[in-house]
């Protein structure tokens, strides 16, 4: 092994860690006047800075060891992460194996693992399997388990884990060649293992074989890109060399959704099967000249089917791989450049990870917080689950229709709360009310448009001994009378289109109390619907006896005498300048009665509506639902408060979302507090505190 320090120029050091490996950056400088801090070197070579207590340190294991303290709980917290589930609330930093059929993908994780993945033809991968690696001490014993759905498998020895798998996959998937995007959990704890946590996809299938669903492919397709188009993971691509690599499908997924290739590192398998004289292709691609990628390749080689049938021992595989690597004229100089061989593709990969966990804490930290803020809101619109108890079921029904009767109450007062682009319910109203002096206004220009036409039609037919500009009464009363009559069925209209208003208030109101509950909201409805009807129809026989009212031609006659005034001094209209007398004395005494009759319509209208539609209608519909409690033997507490499934469901799996998170979040500060990491004020950097190692 090399030497423990690699002197850098400006007399730092990069410290490797027991795989020959420099620690990965963390930050560009550390705090001033502390002792306590490292700054460690990125794969990029880029210098760190070294305290002066590190010169005290006599073993280079010693420093091995303290790394693999800090290695190892990076992984740890994603893994912990991933298995409280947090991946179905939001992405976590995570390496996903993919890769066409028969790409050398299962003999790559094989030498990773040490143990026997599932073979063979077709699809082998019909669940995503992720895969845990966890080094321990040399003479500690081997260990595995397996976890899926409900069940945890012990395994004793490397021979059960392909069984078992396969056995896993057919209770989740099926018997069959179907997939499953359920997740499949593989623990091992063993010394000959990297610490690394991949998860291994379905390999991409292009035609659909025997009993495979037609689409399979696209199926796998949609689950590789699910997890791949996440900005968390890494895309390790497996492509074997004896095929065109830009013709291969699972390169092209990774590069659509990784343009620049930066979450990209491709792996080559097979390098033994390239023919003679096209090694200097497979030299160019890992050179990053024919499709770049800016975390490069890797070249490995692993068992094939025929070593496997020889009985060929993953370790044995490991020294032939070396063997092949040194002996070639190719590829030695990759080996040189630690891009050949499982053992510094291992080494690359735990590198890879623990720095991508780093660089994406920052991030997580800020993103479980917003998504329990956004849960916990969720959460607060479905309201508490039903209690157990008969007593304690109709204390929550009675507090229900109490918080429901309260927001209608506040409705009546025009006092209830409203997000920000709406407007409450009188706000709307008001504004139909506003259209209905307007359609007034309008109907006293058009009466001044039409009256020549009238007076002359009337005087012509009716006139009698009278002299030009002593108007007929009667002629006044029937032109009055008809123009009030022309704007009864606007107002019904109105009150259609309040009505209207109302009911979709109410009805949203009802449903944001009682959603959650179908036979208290059908009741609810049901109350809601016939007492609209009814408080409709009484609205409608006020509306109709006040115009009945209106056309009793009368006024006070102070106010009448103050209205002809002002019609008189303000003049003539244009329409009656050539006009006679009689026309012009008529259109004084209509505009001042009219003028009097809409302002009445004007405000009498609004008055019904409000007194019938809203405070008497809203006053029955509370009096109605509270009856329910009241009407305590025909009342089933219990139906009523049957809930809805899918709602039920929903609260459930908002409130398991809900405690993943905040268990995520204390997983975290104890991981910060134990480590003892601070963020810096950018993202792009964090210290790491080693206080309490040295």
């Given at each position: ?21 420099d ?25 760190g800075t070294?305290p002066?207590?590190?010169n ?10 303290q790394?693999?303290?800090?290695v190892?709980p990076?992984?740890?917290l ?12 939001l ?9 066409d ?25 019909r ?5 845990k ?14 976890l ?15 069984e ?14 179907g997939?499953s ?6 623990e ?11 998860i291994?996809l ?17 199926q796998?397709k949609r ?8 900005q968390e993971t ?5 492509v074997?060399?004896?095929?065109d ?9 990774a590069?659509?959704?990784?343009p ?10 097979k390098?033994?099967?390239?023919d ?7 030299v160019?691609?890992?050179?990053n ?11 490995v080689k692993?068992?094939?089917?025929k ?46 990870l ?13 993103q479980?917080?917003e ?15 039903v ?13 229900k229709?109490?918080r429901?009767?309260d ?9 209830e ?12 109203i008001?504004k139909?009310?506003?259209k ?15 009256l ?7 005087s ?7 002299l ?49 509950f ?9 109350y809601?619907?016939d ?11 006020m509306?109709?006896?006040?115009f ?20 008189k ?20 005494h209509?505009?001042a ?6 302002d ?7 008055l019904?509506l ?14 109605s639902?509270?009856?329910?409690i ?16 899918e ?11 809900m ?11 104890k991981?910060f507090?134990?480590e ?11 210290w ?7």
């Open positions: 092994m090399a030497s423990h320090r690699k002197s850098k120029s400006d007399g730092s050091s990069a410290v490797p860690n027991a795989l020959g490996i620690i990965f950056q963390l930050l560009p400088s550390p705090p001033p006047n502390s002792k306590s801090f490292i700054t460690i070197s990125s794969s990029s070579g880029a210098a070294v002066a207590v590190l005290d340190m006599q073993e280079n294991t010693t420093l091995n060891a790394y693999e303290e800090k190892r990076c992984i740890d994603i893994d912990s992460l991933r298995s409280l589930g947090v991946e179905k609330d992405a976590l930093p995570a390496i996903a194996v993919i890769g059929q028969s790409s050398g993908k299962s003999s790559v994780l094989e030498a990773l693992s040490g143990v026997s993945l599932p073979r063979g033809a077709g699809i082998v991968t669940c995503p399997l992720v895969l690696l966890k080094k321990v001490k040399v003479g500690k014993p081997w260990e595995g388990r397996l899926y759905k409900d069940n945890e498998v012990k395994l004793g020895s490397t021979a059960e884990v392909e078992e798998i396969r056995r896993a996959q057919d209770i989740i998937a099926g018997k069959g060649e997939i995007e359920e997740m499949i959990n593989l091992i704890k063993s010394s000959e293992v990297p610490d690394l946590t991949l291994d379905p390999g991409i299938a292009r035609v659909a074989v025997g009993n495979q669903p037609k689409d399979i492919g696209e796998i689950m590789i890109r699910k997890q791949i188009d996440k890494i895309s390790l691509v497996v074997p060399c004896n095929v690599i830009a013709t291969t499908e699972a390169l092209k997924m590069k659509e959704v990784d620049s290739g930066e979450r990209t590192l491709g792996i080559l398998t390098p033994d099967l390239v003679e004289g096209t090694e200097v292709k497979i160019a691609v890992m050179r000249l024919v499709i770049p990628l800016k975390k490069g390749y890797m070249i692993c068992r094939g089917q070593d496997i049938n020889a009985n060929q021992t993953l370790a044995e595989a490991i020294k032939k791989e070396k063997a092949f690597f040194e002996d070639h004229l190719h590829f030695r100089p990759l080996l040189n450049a630690k891009k050949a061989t499982v053992s510094f593709l291992a080494e690359r990969l735990t590198r890879e623990v720095d991508h966990i780093c660089k994406s804490l920052p991030h997580l930290e800020n479980i917080e998504k329990l803020q956004t849960t916990v809101r969720e959460l607060k619109k479905y309201g508490e689950a209690p157990r108890s008969d007593k304690e079921k109709l204390t929550f029904l009675i507090e229709i109490q429901f009767n927001n209608l109450s506040e409705v009546s007062r025009a006092e709360p409203v997000e920000a682009e709406e407007s409450r319910l009188f706000t709307k008001r139909e009310f506003q209905w002096k307007q359609q007034l206004d309008q109907k006293a220009t058009r009466l001044e448009e039409h020549r036409d009238e007076v002359e039609e009337y012509r037919m009716y006139r009698g001994k009278e030009p500009g002593f108007i007929n009464y009667k002629t006044f009363e029937v032109i009055v009378k008809q123009n009030i009559d022309d704007m009864e069925e606007p107002a019904v209209h109105v009150l259609k289109i309040i009505t209207d208003l109302i009911r979709a208030d109410v009805n949203m109101i009802a449903t944001n109390h009682f959603k959650a179908p036979n208290l909201l059908r009741v609810t409805k049901v809601i619907e007492l609209r009807g009814q408080a409709e129809k009484t609205s409608e026989e509306m109709r006896w006040q009945k009212m209106e056309k009793i031609v009368y006024s006070q006659d102070s106010l009448y005498s103050y209205q002809l005034a002002t019609s001094q303000r003049g003539v209209s244009p329409f009656y300048t050539y006009t006679n007398a009689d026309i012009k004395e008529m259109a004084h209509v505009h009665y009219f003028k009097i009759a809409s009445r319509l004007a405000n009498q209208i609004p019904i409000q007194y019938h539609m809203v405070q008497q209608y809203i006053s029955n519909v509370q009096t639902v509270l009856e329910l009241g009407e305590r033997e025909d009342t089933n507490v219990e139906q009523l408060l049957r809930e809805n499934g709602i039920a469901q929903e609260r459930h799996a908002l409130q398991c979302s405690e993943r998170l905040r268990k995520a979040q204390q997983h975290l500060a991981w507090m134990c003892a990491w601070a963020p810096t004020p950018g993202l792009s950097g964090r790491i505190w080693v206080t309490g190692l040295f």
